[in-house]
């Protein structure tokens, strides 16, 4: 499904303090792609923040990471190695205050899953920021996505957005129990493309960005005909196709803790629910 296209809001602060912010989800498969049009799928969707899912973790990680957030205008914020894969790049606009890299409890015989996460103020905005890389074992990914939840609760920002691969469909139980706490952007305000896996033949939405309440979605989706996005480049970049987000977030702390209006910690601690 592909939603009209009028084009996204660029970035910038609105006259009452809030901060129009652009944001970019993207599993980049480890650059082992094309990385000159990786960089320029990046560039060109003009991001703040770009949540990264595996992201190079092994030797050399940093300079690679380095090297991608250099050759796309950012700079380095937190994840990479550290995290087993999800990272976060900023533009110099986002003031860091705090970052935190976490590793989940693995299940033996799969792969190590990590979040990435920062605290970070837009002008008079500030807003909790989260990457993540789901499990592909369908219990440990609906464990992480309780995971998930918890720790967007603990960055106690008065805002929030995630972006990452959750490696199922919004018809999965993972995918339902983020987007039941959270705002699914592709939802809300449908922009863009709405499949994100594969580049050749988009079938599946398992990438996607969510908000807390409080911040509204203003479009959400692969940036097809985006000005300066050529389809040849999202082909060759990764095995996943890009989310790009324009979010209204409220200037300082208006509307309280990131999750205090859905009353969220009940359902997030029990991780018996289905």
Not at 17 to 25: K, M, P
Not at 88 to 94: N, P, V, Y
Not at 115 to 144: I, K, N, P, W
Not at 185 to 199: I, V, Y
């Amino acid at each position: 499904m592909v939603a009209e296209h009028p084009g996204l809001p660029a970035s910038g602060t609105e006259e009452e303090g809030s901060a129009i912010v652009r944001v970019l989800s993207y599993n980049i498969r480890s650059m082992r792609d094309d990385r000159a049009a990786l960089a320029r799928v990046i560039q060109a969707c003009a991001p703040d923040l770009v949540l990264i899912q595996e992201a190079p973790r092994f030797f050399r990680w940093r300079k690679a990471a380095e090297r991608l957030a250099r050759a796309a205008g950012l700079v380095y914020v937190t994840g990479g190695g550290t995290t087993a894969g999800p990272m976060i790049l900023s533009t110099l606009r986002a003031h860091v205050e705090r970052t935190e890299d976490v590793l989940l409890p693995r299940t033996p015989g799969l792969h190590q899953r990590g979040f990435a996460t920062a605290v970070v103020r837009l002008g008079r905005a500030r807003l909790g920021v989260l990457s993540c890389h789901l499990s592909l074992a369908d219990q440990e990914r609906y464990e992480q996505a309780g995971l998930l939840l918890e720790r967007l609760a603990a960055l106690e920002a008065p805002h929030a957005v995630v972006g990452g691969d959750l490696n199922d469909r919004p018809e999965g139980r993972s995918f339902r129990r983020v987007a039941g706490a959270l705002t699914d952007g592709w939802a809300a305000k449908p922009w863009g493309g709405e499949f994100t896996s594969t580049p050749l033949e988009p079938r599946q939405r398992i990438d996607a960005v969510f908000t807390t309440d409080g911040v509204e979605v203003l479009g959400c989706g692969v940036p097809h005909g985006l000005p300066g996005v050529r389809e040849a480049d999202l082909q060759a970049a990764s095995d996943h196709l890009p989310v790009l987000a324009a979010l209204r977030v409220p200037a300082g702390g208006q509307g309280g803790h990131a999750l205090a209006l859905r009353d969220l910690r009940p359902r997030v601690l029990d991780r018996r629910t289905g």
